[in-house]
């Protein structure tokens, strides 16, 4: 984490009175870039880890690693300090050993490949991009999303739920900065990995949960959700965007509504309902989106023979009043 993001970054347990947090870099790499450190609140004492460059901004990390066993033994194996490494034991005494499992977004889950694939490793070699009549390229929903939106110099930008940070780096080229949160620690270290990679130095990103962020309110000019809707809340995603939004700045959802794909008994929307649920929750859907509903080419290759096509539906909002 470039140490200069620990301004952006609030405690998640003083929502009215914001508290900043303290940097405590135990290991720094070439000067600006927090390897490895505790983000502390002064207030409630508490600290919240930097892990291989990676903040880990969550409320009950407990629950994070008990998700999470492969993850965190790697970590514990890895770490450069003593300090870290007894903040981390602290943890092991804590965890039931028969609740411990391995979330499907981290490395070595099923949807860490698939996401890899769509939005870096694809070739047009592959045989079910050979296979289509028109190139489709597994990124187009990103690059028509981003291509099209104006260049904005001075604004902040949000990807929520960013996986690799294929779209977080694209909008690094449009907006002056731009933030990707995910869940995953794996998916977000990879996307530290490319932002370095590519050299880019204006986007950041951190392990959070869309619902519970450690950002202010109303600091951000854009904040982008694609294929988040069947993991979360929907009433609790729109109101933590809400908070985070400037007024009047825009909110770009995508998503294919499959509901199918994951196994939680959320609220399941679809384009109508989804743009009704929007509409009550103090957004204006800009007239293009309102009218009809988009159908985008997504592909995810699941496995070497195995692919899930999707037609993702594209909304563009802009918040309009308080929320309800
Ligand atoms: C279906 S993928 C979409 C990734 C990316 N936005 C894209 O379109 O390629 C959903 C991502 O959301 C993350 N995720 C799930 N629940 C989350 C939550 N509550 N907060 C933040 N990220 C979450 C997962 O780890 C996963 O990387
Ligand atoms: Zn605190």
């Known amino acids: 984490m470039n140490i200069k993001f620990a301004n952006h970054l609030n405690c998640l347990f003083h929502r009215e009175k914001p508290i900043k947090l303290t940097l405590d870099a135990l290991h720094v790499v070439d000067g600006n870039e927090c390897f490895e450190g505790l983000l502390i609140c002064e207030q409630c004492n508490i600290r919240y880890p930097i892990i291989e460059g990676v903040p880990i901004l969550v409320k009950d990390f407990v629950s994070y690693v008990s998700h999470r066993g492969a993850t965190y033994g790697s970590w514990l194996l890895a770490c450069k300090t003593l300090k870290m490494k007894n903040f981390l034991k602290e943890f092991a ?33 592959d045989p079910f991009l050979k296979l289509l009549k028109r190139d489709i390229k597994p990124t187009e929903l990103y690059d028509r999303i981003i291509g099209r939106m104006p260049l904005s110099m001075e604004g902040l930008a949000l990807d929520l739920g960013c996986s690799m940070g294929y779209a977080t780096l694209q909008l690094s080229h449009k907006y002056s900065y731009s ?37 202010d309110a109303l600091k951000f000019d854009l904040i982008l959700v694609l294929n988040l809707l069947e993991l979360v809340d929907s009433n609790k995603l729109l109101a933590s965007i809400h908070r985070l939004l400037k007024p009047h700045a825009e909110a770009v959802f995508a998503d294919p509504y499959d509901y199918n794909r994951e196994p939680r008994q959320l609220l399941e929307l679809d384009g109508k309902s989804f743009r009704e649920l929007l509409s009550d929750s103090g957004f204006e859907i800009f007239e293009k989106s309102r009218k009809a509903e988009a159908f985008i080419p997504w592909i995810l290759k699941i496995a070497n023979r195995v692919y899930l096509f999707y037609f993702v539906d594209v909304i563009r909002a802009s918040k309009v009043s308080k929320h309800r």
């Open 179 to 215: 933030v990707g949160i995910d869940l995953s620690y794996s998916s977000i270290r990879e996307a530290r990995r490319r932002m370095s990679q590519a050299n880019i130095r204006n986007a950041e990103f951190c392990v959070a949960d869309s619902v519970d962020l450690p950002f």
């Open 93 to 125: 005494y804590r965890l039931n050993p028969e609740g411990v499992s391995n979330d499907r977004y981290e490395h070595d889950g099923h949807w860490f490949g698939p996401y890899k694939w769509t939005q870096y490793d694809f070739t047009f070699d």
